[in-house]
């Protein structure tokens, strides 16, 4: 029979911290070899000192407060353990704005084997915010970023190693697929979709590819550090592609639509009326109507457009077809087929 695999260091350490936050008392150095995943792998007993003692170390160096307990009585044998009250995290205090940046990082890692740690993170984290005003945050940031799709593990491996990437490329003017080859400099999110900046091998320039138009698999290809990636004006080349900046005139309730005001400036109330109920006015730049509508209607009737006009349209749009929604009769099954309307 082959010798059962070796276990990472890093899982190793993972595993030792579990074990110290875990005992009711403390661990001594046996029960830690016999007891831990990976320290079975020592060889000798001496093998396993330098390895429990590099560990240790480590773990210190990462601000984990491994402390020396003495066992008391007729034993020499110390016991080790994590100090708890050391180790935890302060209250979780986030304001609105924090809280929907986390949520939109979040939005990142939802795939099938974190879903639900994450569902339970986020659902505990919008515990520590401010009710309508936490809610806002998440509503503000969150619907502005469509899902990226499967290229965007492949691009984000190749920017972080430096590595020429190869995929089809659907061309938005003309529908054309062709290959494209590129060094791949950044992702970023604009006007509701996700960009990859880079240079254009076959064009010998720096291009703009949003990712739902990259057709089957990115290959990541050639060695590692192939190309240096540039200071580059990643608000500039994306300008180009989400349209031409326009502003809208919001009357915002106070306290409300965060996200929208990291973005804004308070007018002066002369300018513009209705300045009513107390609302803040505010100027917004924005590109996509369609992205900025979608994240105002999120906030109800704690915003209100006040233009310009198409835009106002488009939220009043969406406002109303989701009052539809909500006012639609709905059926269930009774008895022996029988329909409620409720």
Known sequence: ????????????????????????????????????????????????????ERDKDTLRSLGIPIVTVDAGGHSDEVGYRIDNDAYALPPVDLTPAELGVVALAAQLWSDKTLRTDISRAMTKLRAAGAGE???????????????????YGPLLEAISARRVVAFRYRAANTGQEMARHVEPWR?????????????????????????????????????????????????????????????????VVPERAQAVRARAKVVDTSAHDPRRDGRDVLEVP?????AFADELAA??????????????REVLHRLRAAAALATEPVETPGAAGEVHRG
């Open 286 to 290: 924005f590109r996509s109507r369609s």
């Open 1 to 52: 029979m082959p010798p059962p695999p070796s276990v990472p260091p890093a899982e190793r350490l993972l595993n030792l911290v579990i074990a110290l936050v875990n005992t009711s008392a403390a661990m001594t150095k046996q029960q830690v070899r016999t007891g831990v995943a990976g320290y079975a792998d020592a060889p000798s007993t001496e093998a396993f000192e330098r390895m429990f």
């Open 299 to 312: 906030y109800a009737d704690a915003v209100v457009v006040v233009g310009p006009e198409d835009l106002r």
């Open 133 to 151: 005003a936490a809610a806002d945050a998440v509503a503000g940031i969150t619907p502005r970023v469509r899902a990226a799709g499967d290229a």
């Open 187 to 251: 992702i970023a999110a604009r006007g509701g979709g996700w960009y990859l900046v880079g240079f254009d091998r076959d064009r010998q320039a720096p291009r703009v590819f949003r990712l739902s138009r990259i057709t089957g698999r990115v290959r990541v290809t050639g060695h590692g550090g192939a190309f240096e990636i540039p200071d580059v004006d990643v608000d500039a080349m994306l300008g180009e592609r989400v349209g031409v900046e326009r502003t809208a005139v919001l009357a």
